[in-house]
């Protein structure tokens, strides 16, 4: 059983991770994603499911074309077990696509984490888009 201050602690970790994939696609720091995601990673997009951090990269590298993107993780509820969480997130962002095209985002993620060697890593992501004014995700 994992006690309330390590727990406490472990929602910080994970607040932060999570901080790092909005920036990392925001900042167009492809190589980001290898360093946030689990080897054996599953992340469900809505166009397809993609496997280990390396994919993720490469499906950032080939497919993010924003010419700026504001991703929000907010209202987060996280629970911890151990080596393990979830995590739920809803998400608000703002983009102009590489055409100039202006939009916003809304949905959500479901996330589970897992603590490989002391570090929180993201092990399966599902983003769920419920609204994309611009319909330039779907």
């Known amino acids: ?3 309330p201050g390590q727990a406490a602690f472990d929602r910080l970790e994970i607040r932060k991770l999570r901080g ?3 920036r990392a696609i925001d900042n167009r720091d492809w190589e980001r994603a ?6 054996d990673a599953v992340v469900e997009y809505a166009d397809g499911t993609l496997r280990g951090g390396e994919a993720v990269t ?11 993107s504001l991703h929000t993780m907010q ?3 996280i629970e911890v077990d151990g080596d393990t969480g979830t995590g739920h997130w ?4 703002y983009y102009i696509a590489a ?13 589970e ?7 929180w890593y993201i092990s399966h992501l599902d983003m769920d888009l419920l609204y994309d004014t611009a319909g330039y995700h779907v």
């Open 20 to 22: 790092t994939y909005a």
């Open 113 to 119: 984490y897992r603590r490989v060697d002391g570090e």
């Open 75 to 77: 209202l987060p509820h």
């Open 34 to 39: 290898t360093d946030i995601f689990t080897e």
């Open 1 to 3: 059983m994992t006690s």
């Open 58 to 68: 490469e499906y950032w590298r080939n497919n993010v074309d924003y010419q700026f």
């Open 90 to 93: 809803y998400l608000l962002e």
């Open 99 to 111: 055409d100039g095209t202006e939009g916003f985002v809304f949905g959500w993620y479901e996330d």
